[in-house]
């Protein structure tokens, strides 16, 4: 099988790729990543030179060089996580959210249309539903986004149904909740308060930090999309949830007694704009259609992520220096290119 994969230089694009070349080795993947700030080519370090694996650097936006992507690969599959993906951005420059998240993906499935791709599997979020305060979004559940980001994102879902209903389009949807683990890029919840408090530097905390996400570990969610990928129907979409609900105020202070630091750490601020209290998802659906269920605890999920960045020091000095901006340049080189 040969599949594109969007965003694959980002957190959980990344995450897939690895799972997906250990799991099925003989599959082919195409990394199209236009290495934003968030992009990371030494998240995929060990993997570049497979002969299984291509990389290449183009926007989702532009429709010639996707066209050339596609015509000369052919692929039987596109993952596409590509995406603008942090609220706090969303809020202070929406445009470039409403730009690759919508019109990157209508590009994408434009190109899957004409050059007749099995599978487009685009991968969204629990955001899309917005907040609830009691019980679980089903994927019927009605869609009310809070930030630009998650309006960005329910925009390019409807897109993608509309596709399958107006062209036949051979698509569908995963929505996953919050997902934290390796490779996650130091402006994220999680690997924020395990970086400052590394570095005895004080945690921002929104408001009364009492909103609750659902987390999931991202080689979960990874299994997740490789099982939908396989087993998935056409125009449905999955909830990815980790069933792992907790309050912001309870994973800074399960990192810092982790980590020995003391609560003094904590900063309460201001409160995001639009803040969504609580997210919560029914994974009945995945679970009956495709027999997915979570394997990670939080407490198991968050000791192997404080240990992964705890042991990758470089690696996080490399995103706050920008040092990891010039893996492209190297890369090319290494590889025998030009840019
Ligand atoms: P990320 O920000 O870590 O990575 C995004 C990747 O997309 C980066 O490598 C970036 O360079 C690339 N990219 C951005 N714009 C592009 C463009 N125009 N063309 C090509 N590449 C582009 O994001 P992530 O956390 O890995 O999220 C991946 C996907 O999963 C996103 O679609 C996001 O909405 C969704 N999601 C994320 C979470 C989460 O908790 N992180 C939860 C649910 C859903
Ligand atoms: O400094 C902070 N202080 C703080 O209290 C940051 C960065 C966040 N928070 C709070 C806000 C949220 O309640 O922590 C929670 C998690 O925040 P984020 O890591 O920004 O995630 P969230 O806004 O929940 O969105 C994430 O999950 C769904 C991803 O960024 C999205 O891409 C995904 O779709």
Same mark, same amino acid.
């Given at each position: 099988?040969?599949?594109?994969?969007?965003?694959?230089?980002?957190?959980?694009?990344?995450?897939?790729?690895?799972?997906?070349?250990?799991?099925?080795?003989?599959?082919?993947?195409?990394?199209?990543?236009?290495?934003?700030?968030? !992009?990371?080519?030494?998240?995929?370090?060990?993997? /570049?030179?497979? +002969?299984? &694996?291509?990389?290449? $650097? %183009?926007?989702?936006?532009?429709?010639?060089?996707?066209?050339?992507?596609?015509?000369?690969?052919?692929?039987?599959?596109?993952?596409?996580?590509?995406?603008?993906?942090?609220?706090?951005?969303?809020?202070?420059?929406?445009?470039?959210?409403?730009?690759?998240?919508?019109?990157?993906?209508?590009?994408?499935?434009?190109?899957?249309?004409?050059?007749?791709?099995?599978?487009?599997?685009?991968?969204?979020?629990?955001?899309?539903?917005?907040?609830?305060?009691? !019980?679980?979004?089903?994927?019927?559940?009605?869609? /009310?986004?809070? +930030?630009? &980001?998650?309006?960005? $994102? %329910?925009?390019?879902?409807?897109?993608?149904?509309?596709?399958?209903?107006?062209?036949?389009?051979?698509?569908?949807?995963?929505?996953?909740?919050?997902?934290?683990?390796?490779?996650?890029?130091?402006?994220?919840?999680?690997?924020?308060?395990?970086?400052?408090?590394?570095?005895?530097?004080?945690?921002?905390?929104?408001?009364?930090?009492?909103?609750?996400?659902?987390?999931?570990?991202?080689?979960?969610?990874?299994?997740?999309?490789?099982?939908?990928?396989?087993?998935?129907?056409?125009?449905?979409?999955?909830?990815?949830?980790?069933?792992?609900?907790?309050?912001?105020?309870?994973?800074?202070?399960?990192?810092?007694?982790?980590?020995?630091?003391?609560?003094?750490?904590?900063?309460?601020?201001?409160?995001?704009?639009?803040?969504?209290?609580?997210?919560?998802?029914?994974?009945?659906?995945?679970?009956?259609?495709?027999?997915?269920?979570?394997?990670?605890?939080?407490?198991?999920?968050?000791?192997?992520?404080?240990?992964?960045?705890?042991?990758?020091?470089?690696?996080?000095?490399?995103?706050?220096?920008?040092?990891?901006?010039?893996?492209?340049?190297?890369?090319?080189?290494?590889?025998?290119?030009?840019?």
């Amino acid at each position: 099988m040969k599949i594109i994969v969007t965003g694959g230089c980002g957190f959980i694009g990344s995450n897939f790729i690895h799972y997906v070349m250990h799991k099925h080795p003989s599959y082919h993947i195409v990394n199209i990543d236009k290495l934003t700030y968030a !992009g990371n080519l030494e998240n995929l370090k060990g993997v /570049e030179r497979k +002969s299984t &694996y291509r990389f290449i $650097k %183009a926007d989702i936006c532009n429709s010639i060089a996707m066209k050339k992507v596609f015509d000369h690969y052919r692929p039987h599959a596109v993952v596409n996580f590509a995406a603008e993906s942090h609220v706090d951005r969303s809020i202070s420059a929406p445009a470039v959210f409403v730009k690759t998240n919508v019109l990157g993906v209508s590009t994408l499935l434009n190109c899957s249309l004409e050059y007749s791709v099995q599978k487009f599997l685009h991968i969204s979020t629990d955001e899309v539903y917005g907040s609830i305060q009691r !019980g679980k979004f089903t994927e019927k559940s009605v869609l /009310e986004p809070s +930030s630009p &980001y998650s309006a960005s $994102k %329910a925009a390019a879902d409807a897109m993608v149904l509309a596709y399958v209903k107006t062209y036949g389009l051979p698509a569908l949807i995963t929505r996953s909740s919050n997902n934290y683990g390796p490779f996650q890029f130091p402006e994220k919840f999680i690997p924020l308060v395990i970086n400052n408090a590394l570095k005895d530097k004080k945690i921002p905390l929104y408001g009364d930090g009492r909103n609750i996400r659902d987390w999931i570990y991202v080689e979960d969610n990874c299994e997740a999309i490789d099982h939908v990928l396989h087993k998935g129907r056409i125009g449905e979409i999955y909830n990815i949830g980790g069933q792992n609900e907790r309050e912001n105020i309870f994973v800074i202070r399960a990192i810092l007694k982790s980590l020995r630091k003391p609560a003094s750490l904590i900063a309460y601020v201001k409160d995001r704009p639009g803040h969504d209290r609580r997210y919560a998802l029914s994974i009945a659906k995945i679970k009956r259609h495709i027999g997915w269920t979570p394997r990670t605890s939080f407490e198991s999920g968050i000791k192997k992520t404080i240990h992964w960045y705890k042991s990758n020091t470089p690696w996080l000095r490399n995103t706050e220096t920008g040092a990891y901006r010039s893996f492209y340049t190297k890369y090319y080189s290494k590889m025998g290119l030009s840019e």
